[in-house]
């Protein structure tokens, strides 16, 4: 029987419309063809770019995945071992490591490159930052204009880093590990290195003070969300506090300014803030007071004997005032590392601050103007480590933010400069921009096992790093034997001087990408052999050279060399360099023969295939 209800005849109606969509030919033509368009628009740009690129003669990195499959196959027969220890599936399992290796690296190449996403990805960030407060993988939006790095915040919200099941996901291999196919998985507990270092240094009479320094994120939580009140709340992860108290429960000294910072930066009558706004680091003011605690903790805890201060003469006593420590003020404006690490779009020149260039200021977030102390000698010259100090001091970016002048920040004013001066006391250092829980030590033991005995004379040691290292860093441990100096088969230029040479890349470490990293500046290890030069005594030589690989996030024609390179450079000896660039953040080649060799430091000339 037929319906004859209204509303059942509509019902029927709305179903079969709903169940069919008419779309005009034209209509479909026009959105395949711009479905089409979207799709290969972005390759065909960037092909064109790399071709004309590539006829003009320069490198284009995308095109090197052509170039790996062939060193893959050659690990399958590089496979430590002897040939009846080696698996096939060790052999298998290498291969793969090597081209998952070169596969990532040419993502990274791909998208750093991209001709589209240089282009679109500024404006984009920067709608979504000014407007929709979001950030990226690296940085977070804060209260406008504060941004603070995701280690940071994830050390504070995430799991207590000594929570078993953290500790256990860490080190395990899978999507919950720090590490990866190619990389290898992280030792993740800090306590057994720091109490194996204590350990170490005990065994030579010499004190150990650890400095973990609080980040952003801990001390002004305001600054991230408005909806903390100012010294409403002390935040912190959850397993620092059992940290600290295994530490001293097993004879550590820790220097923890995270109490006093709280306090005074977060009372009633603070004064200004004790971080940058768009960096990852401490302003100078907050800096200073952490080296005039750090001299309290030291006078309760350690007995150091009177020391002279440097003077005129080497070796010859200073006079009672002559070679005191003075301080300067001097004023510095730079750029945020954070605020680098977003990508934002440059101002234009015409809303740019006098004097700038449009560069320097990133739209929305400009850069920060500081005072800082300088530490002079008494004869006016910057201050200079001393190896012959007592005290030497391992440390990290928090040392180096206003005594590298690489970072931007001044020099001569970090916090090893500020401690000797409140301690009017000599001291050395050891300290590199990154991975605090390991590259410091790592390179003390190197230049143990080297035979340059950097422990001699030592009463105390004292060890800074970032706080988030210790839910994320790699705490691996070293081994601190004194060697012997042995005969190298690494070729090194005398002091002073300088080699142009030719050879092949054989080895090289990885480069991060601009941006992923809150350093502007990166070094990167290499081994280069089969040496060519006017010098006979170096013919077929080889050479550990370090390069510089990234320059004010830009990197350089050395982040794109591949083994099997062929290359032309300047080599010096590291010697005659390293006080300009040994606190800067690099990469070591895993081989530990390598490590131990004497190194250069090498300038490109030029490169080819």
């Known amino acids: 029987?037929?319906?004859?209800?209204?509303?059942?005849?509509?019902?029927?109606?709305?179903?079969?419309?709903?169940?069919?969509?008419?779309?005009?030919?034209?209509?479909?033509?026009?959105?395949?063809?711009?479905?089409?368009?979207?799709?290969?628009?972005?390759?065909?740009?960037?092909?064109?770019?790399?071709?004309?690129?590539?006829?003009?003669?320069?490198?284009?990195?995308?095109?090197?995945?052509?170039?790996?499959?062939?060193?893959?196959?050659?690990?399958?027969?590089?496979?430590?071992?002897?040939?009846?220890?080696?698996?096939?599936?060790?052999?298998?399992?290498?291969?793969?490591?090597?081209?998952?290796?070169?596969?990532?690296?040419?993502?990274?190449?791909?998208?750093?490159?991209?001709?589209?996403?240089q282009r679109v990805r500024p404006s984009v960030q920067y709608v979504l930052a000014r407007w929709l407060g979001a950030g990226n993988e690296k940085a977070y939006c804060g209260v406008r204009p504060w941004l603070f790095y995701r280690a940071d915040v994830d050390y504070l919200t995430g799991p207590g880093f000594l929570n078993p099941v953290q500790l256990a996901c860490r080190a395990a291999a899978g999507e919950f590990a720090a590490g990866n196919e190619w990389t290898p998985t992280p030792q993740p507990d800090p306590r057994q290195a720091i109490l194996a270092f204590h350990r170490q240094l005990e065994e030579r009479g010499i004190r150990l003070i650890v400095m973990p320094i609080p980040p952003k994120s801990v001390i002004q939580p305001d600054k991230f969300t408005d909806r903390f009140k100012v010294g409403a709340v002390n935040l912190q992860n959850l397993s620092y506090a059992a940290f600290i108290r295994e530490l001293k429960q097993a004879g550590v000294l820790v220097a923890d300014v995270t109490p006093i910072f709280t306090g005074m930066w977060s009372g009633p009558g603070k004064e200004g803030d004790p971080y940058l706004a768009t960096d990852t680091h401490w302003r100078p003011e907050a800096m200073e007071l952490a080296a005039r605690l750090l001299k309290q903790y030291i006078n309760a805890n350690v007995q150091l004997p009177p020391r002279s201060l440097p003077a005129s003469g080497v070796g010859m006593p200073a006079p009672p005032e002559a070679g005191k420590y003075r301080a300067q003020t001097a004023g510095v404006t730079n750029r945020g590392d954070l605020a680098v690490m977003l990508r934002l779009p440059a101002c234009p020149p015409a809303q740019a601050r006098p004097g700038s260039s449009a560069r320097e200021w990133a739209r929305g977030y400009p850069s920060e103007g500081v005072r800082l102390r300088q530490i002079l000698s008494a004869r006016g010259e910057i201050w200079a480590p001393d190896e012959t100090s007592d005290v030497l001091v391992l440390g990290d970016s928090f040392c180096n933010i206003y005594s590298l002048d690489a970072m931007g920040w001044g020099e001569s004013a970090g916090l090893i400069e500020q401690l000797s001066f409140e301690l009017q006391r000599p001291l050395d250092r050891l300290v590199i921009n990154d991975n605090g829980a390991y590259a410091t030590r790592a390179l003390l033991a190197r230049e143990l096992a080297r035979g340059r005995d950097r422990l001699a004379g030592k009463r105390l040691v004292i060890w800074q790093f970032a706080m988030r290292e210790l839910a994320s860093g790699d705490w691996k441990s070293v081994a601190l034997t004194l060697g012997k100096p042995a005969p190298s088969l690494f070729v090194v230029p005398a002091p002073g001087k300088d080699w142009n040479v030719r050879g092949v890349v054989r080895a090289i470490a990885p480069v991060p990408r601009p941006g992923t990293v809150p350093y502007k500046d990166h070094i990167v290890a290499a081994h280069i052999v089969d040496l060519e030069t006017s010098q006979p005594a170096i013919r077929d030589g080889q050479a550990f050279v370090y390069l510089a690989s990234m320059r004010d996030n830009v990197w350089t024609p050395a982040a794109r060399l591949r083994p099997g390179d062929s290359v032309t450079m300047r080599l010096r000896p590291w010697s005659d360099v390293a006080p300009r660039y040994e606190c800067i953040n690099r990469t070591e080649l895993p081989d530990d023969a390598l490590q131990l060799a004497e190194p250069c430091w090498g300038e490109l000339i030029s490169t080819g295939r």
């Open 1 to 117: 029987m037929k319906s004859s209800s209204p509303y059942l005849n509509r019902e029927a109606q709305a179903m079969r419309e709903v169940g069919q969509t008419t779309i005009r030919p034209a209509v479909a033509w026009v959105l395949v063809a711009v479905f089409l368009a979207v799709i290969y628009a972005v390759p065909l740009i960037q092909q064109v770019r790399d071709v004309r690129l590539h006829l003009a003669g320069a490198r284009v990195s995308a095109y090197d995945i052509f170039r790996r499959v062939p060193e893959a196959f050659a690990a399958w027969g590089h496979t430590p071992g002897s040939l009846s220890t080696r698996s096939p599936m060790a052999r298998v399992f290498a291969a793969n490591r090597q081209l998952l290796r070169e596969m990532h690296a040419y993502e990274d190449a791909l998208e750093d490159e991209s001709v589209v996403n």
